[in-house]
């Protein structure tokens, strides 16, 4: 290792980046043989190193052919955002002034753009300023965040400092939820030790809607113990909204927590088209999104928002001699969230909202909105395309329906050409189950993405659906 590859290392990581994100709006989003490239990379671990040079040239020249063009405009599968040019240089800078954002003194930048971070963001999605917030890797541990705070507030209502005493000797935590509740939400259930059993799914149809009349039995039932109920703004197969407002009438009826989880559909509150999906929000006492979906900020990102700021400290402190005392001045956010290593995240998220603004991400969303009714648009008018669910913000849910293909093959169908779709690579969108049926599931959050964009995807799947019908 010497400083004389420091020079060289940039110039050839730069040349090729600006090389890829040149030809990224046309780029195939893999290249064949991509997972073939990706285990070349297999190996013993070398008893010489080759240097920094060669290292970084096998990098890009083998390991390009490796990978997924995900931040792309034809890149719909899951709900995958962008990189704004202000958060991709922001990034870079993150990585290259190398700041642990633990605390304040560590880094007054990282912690000092932070909370600026969080304090747009909460003007952005009009949440009350005085909520406390911090810095994810993404919405699993923004969920884990605001669950562990609903598990304190929990236990306090029993008696029990479950931070310092643990679960033991309290009752099962009653835990309430639509059968929209995020795989991540359960995730963070069990590693709180709540568990992944513990949430009761209380639905009226196939597709998982809340029915309230049940959950406002059970609450009933609870005779005034304390629960947890679980909002989805924006679930992962429609973009369907759990019905907020009446959560947040319960909750408050009941003495019970309500947490959102808006990973992409809490970006509805950023425009006037599409705010009334999300009514209610503000009600709730606990709120997550991601970064890396909606605000096109690079991987990895999430925020947690807490109605009572007072419950993140208990929840995350650390207490060592060594380690800074709090200061309400000079904020220590890794005593606010799970991680003490803290990769300095706030970079990226204050310069592409101090790039672009609250306009800007006003414009994003709705450009993205017109784009999703474009494809509802073609997917009605085309004889061979279903659509299956109303287009409440950026999915599409739709499948192939040739005409003379009995109902019977219709998902071997969608599931076969799904695997083509993924396996041609000229749009990348993935399939999911949506009323028990095989169905395609665009998102649409890319800041790249046009309409020739989101009208190749239909083309696509289209001609590899009437390739595979025959």
């Known amino acids: 290792m010497n400083r004389d590859e420091l020079e060289p290392a940039i ?48 990098l890009v020249e083998e390991g390009f052919a490796a990978s997924v063009a995900s931040s792309g405009p034809r890149c719909f599968h899951f709900v995958t955002g962008g990189v704004t040019p202000a958060a991709l240089g922001a990034d870079w800078l993150a990585s290259a002034l190398d700041q642990n954002s633990f605390a304040w003194i560590e880094s ?54 479950v931070d310092a005493q643990g679960l033991p000797g309290l009752p099962p935590v009653p835990v309430f939820a639509s059968g929209y509740v995020h795989s991540t939400a359960v995730k963070a259930l069990g590693m709180l030790g709540i568990g ?15 029915d309230l009349e049940e959950l406002e039995r059970a609450l009933e039932e609870l005779d005034g113990a304390p629960a947890l109920l679980l909002a989805t703004a924006g679930e992962v197969n429609a973009g369907d909204f759990d019905p907020i407002p009446a959560m947040a009438d319960l909750t408050e009826r009941h003495g019970a927590w309500l947490h959102v989880d808006g990973a992409f559909g809490l970006f509805a509150r950023v425009s006037p088209v599409a705010a009334h999906l999300s009514e209610g929000v503000e009600r709730a006492d606990s709120v997550i999104a991601d970064g890396h979906k909606w605000l096109n900020v690079p991987y990895d990102c999430g925020f947690a928002f807490v109605k009572d700021a007072s419950e993140l400290m208990p929840v995350f402190n650390a207490a060592a001699a060594y380690l800074p005392g709090e200061d309400p001045d000079r904020p220590n956010f890794g005593f606010l969230g799970p991680e ?3 990769r300095a995240r706030s970079f990226a998220v204050w310069a592409t909202l101090q790039a672009y603004g609250r306009r800007g991400y006003r414009e994003l969303v709705e450009r993205n909105l017109r784009l999703a009714q474009r494809v509802a648009e073609r997917v009605d008018e085309a004889p061979d395309l279903e659509r299956l669910a109303d287009v409440q913000l950026c999915i599409v849910t739709f499948r192939l329906r040739p005409p003379g293909v009995p109902d019977h093959e219709l998902d071997a169908l969608n599931a076969r050409v799904g695997e083509a779709v993924l396996a041609d690579g000229r749009v990348y969108v993935g399939t999911t189950r949506y009323g028990g049926r095989v169905a395609f599931r665009p998102a649409i959050v890319n800041w790249r993405t046009t309409e020739a964009d989101v009208d190749l995807l239909v083309d696509v799947i289209r001609e590899l659906g009437a390739a595979q019908a025959t």
């Open 108 to 161: 007054p930048l990282g912690a000092q753009l932070e909370r600026t971070s969080l304090a747009w963001l909460r003007e952005l999605f009009d949440l009350p300023a005085d909520w406390g917030g911090v810095l994810t890797t993404g919405a699993t541990m923004a969920n884990f965040v605001a669950l562990a705070c609903a598990r304190r507030w929990w236990a306090g209502r029993h008696g029990v400092d």
């Open 11 to 58: 110039a050839l990581v730069a040349e090729r980046a600006r090389a890829y994100l040149g030809s990224l709006d046309q780029a195939p989003l893999h290249v064949d043989g991509f997972e073939e490239a990706a285990w070349a990379f297999d190996g013993s671990l070398p008893e010489e190193g080759v240097g920094a040079a060669e290292t970084l040239r096998r």
């Open 196 to 210: 992944r059993e513990s949430v009761r799914i209380l639905t009226r149809d196939s597709v998982g809607r809340l």
């Open 340 to 342: 003490s290593s803290r």
